[in-house]
């Protein structure tokens, strides 16, 4: 795979796709990664901090739905997670509905040991019912496609 065959696709963007934060959901959440912390479960322990009511735990929202790039696919064959970056601007909240996307927002070519690699930049974003932005996780995946 050329690295040009990537390049249309930066900046395109999936349409935006409703996400629903349940308290049950994050609970299971919370114990699934051993997190015991009150404030993920427990509402009246909740209420007496300065949230006021259920969190998520940071990582929650990787269980969010982000939609696809209509059109782009992708050989999972060769990929390697990379990197990935997480930018906060408020909790989630139990109840909160998120609408959250994925862009392709760069792609770049580097030669390695190994040979040519070709490094997908994605953005995700969540944003609440107000329009306001809640969180954006960058990651790069690296793609080893067969040469020839």
């Keep these: 795979m050329d690295v040009n065959a990537f390049r249309k696709w930066v900046g395109k963007e999936s349409v935006p796709v409703k996400n629903e934060v349940?308290?049950?959901a994050i609970r299971?959440?919370?114990?699934?990664?051993g997190d015991p912390n009150p404030l993920y479960h427990d509402e009246a322990y909740a209420q007496t901090t300065r949230h006021g009511r259920i969190i998520a735990p940071p990582t929650f929202f990787r269980t969010f739905d982000y939609g696809t790039i209509p059109g782009f696919s992708l050989k999972t064959d060769g990929l390697i997670h990379g990197e990935q970056q997480f930018e906060y601007f408020r909790p989630v909240y139990a109840g909160d509905?998120?609408?959250?996307?994925?862009?392709?927002?760069?792609?770049y070519e580097k030669k390695g040991k190994l040979g040519k690699m070709i490094f997908l930049l994605y953005e995700q974003k969540g944003v609440d019912e107000a329009g306001e932005t809640v969180f954006i996780?960058?990651?790069?995946?690296?793609?080893?496609?067969?040469?020839?």
Excluded: P, W
């Design 28 to 33: 299971k959440f919370a114990e699934a990664i």
């Design 137 to 148: 996780a960058r990651s790069n995946v690296i793609y080893r496609g067969q040469e020839g």
């Design 97 to 107: 509905v998120i609408y959250c996307s994925t862009k392709l927002a760069d792609v």
């Design 22 to 24: 349940e308290k049950g």
